[in-house]
């Protein structure tokens, strides 16, 4: 019996069904985020100090940039189990750029918390829901200068420890009082 024209058969049939499949598998991929999220911003000088993510067109991202400032981002800030999942400096034109290779990084709800910080001083904390879309929003880190408050030591260590570093804390510690 003879074979319609547009059937396939043997290696197209194969072909055809293998492609079907990598594009399905591409799919899937895309949406679950599999791929590195990247986030931009600034780091400017002002009147005060702070960390948000604004429209990219936000004016004072074209503020005076300043450099050396360095981002964390923190999942589950507010879990035991919450992790620094990255962190970038500021350049010398202030310019900053996080890359998060985690899963489900604004495609899942959740919380995550941004840091500044610059020579072991804090400068400012902020909690934010990540965009799906990290292109519609953009990271403005505002520093006023001679901000910044020491971190304590213990805040510090309790740090350490939920990282699973192996440190001591002294036994005149605070947490032992």
Do not use: Q
């Not at 400032?69 to 999942?75: D, G, W």
């Amino acid at each position: 019996m003879p074979r319609h024209p547009s059937s396939r058969t043997g290696v197209a049939a194969i072909c055809a069904t293998a492609l079907r499949g990598l594009a399905a598998i591409a799919c899937c991929l895309s949406i679950v985020g599999c791929g590195a999220y990247t986030l931009e911003g600034r780091a400017v000088v002002g009147d005060y100090s702070g960390i948000e993510l604004v429209d990219p067109d936000d004016p004072r991202l074209a503020g005076t940039g300043t450099s050396g400032m360095t981002v964390e981002v923190v999942r589950d800030p507010e879990s035991l189990g919450r992790t620094i999942v990255t962190r970038a400096s500021s350049n010398g034109s202030g310019a900053i750029r996080l890359v998060i290779s985690e899963f489900g990084v604004g495609f899942l709800e959740e919380t995550w918390e941004l840091r500044v910080l610059r020579g072991g001083a804090e400068f400012a904390a902020d909690r934010v829901s990540l965009p799906f879309n990290p292109d519609d929003k953009r990271i403005l880190v505002t520093v006023r200068p001679g901000d910044g408050r020491s971190r304590s030591t213990l805040s510090t260590e309790a740090e350490r420890l939920l990282g699973g570093e192996d440190s001591r804390i002294p036994s005149d510690s605070t947490i032992f009082r």
